[in-house]
């Protein structure tokens, strides 16, 4: 997405209204940050992480685990988007809209 400021910020913009679903592909963590909000992370053999949070958020949570921090215990904020059960739309989208 090699896109002038004006047309980026468009595109920001247009995508935080969009009610559908994105795949989005881009090197730019900033851009990423302002129009995702759910990742599934491909982690290899077949693996797939279902993570509600920014991939500023989740490479965060990634540094914590090195650094040997306990998942799940609250003490990590990175590590509030991993789930392991399904929400409804409604209740994973308020739970988003309060950590804005």
Not at 57 to 65: G, P, V
Not at 67 to 87: C, L, N, R
Request: proline letters at 1%; one cysteine or more.
């Amino acid at each position: 997405n090699d896109l002038d400021l004006d047309t980026l910020t468009a595109l920001e913009a247009y995508l935080a209204e969009f009610n559908g679903v994105l795949v989005v592909v881009s090197h730019d963590r900033f851009f990423t940050d302002k129009v995702t909000d759910h990742l599934f992370v491909l982690e290899g053999n077949g693996s797939i992480k279902d993570y509600l949070g920014s991939l500023s958020d989740y490479a965060e949570c990634l540094i914590d685990q090195e650094k040997g921090a306990p998942i799940g215990d609250g003490a990590a904020v990175s590590t509030k988007g991993v789930t392991d059960k399904k929400e409804s739309y409604k209740e994973d989208k308020e739970k988003r809209v309060e950590r804005r």
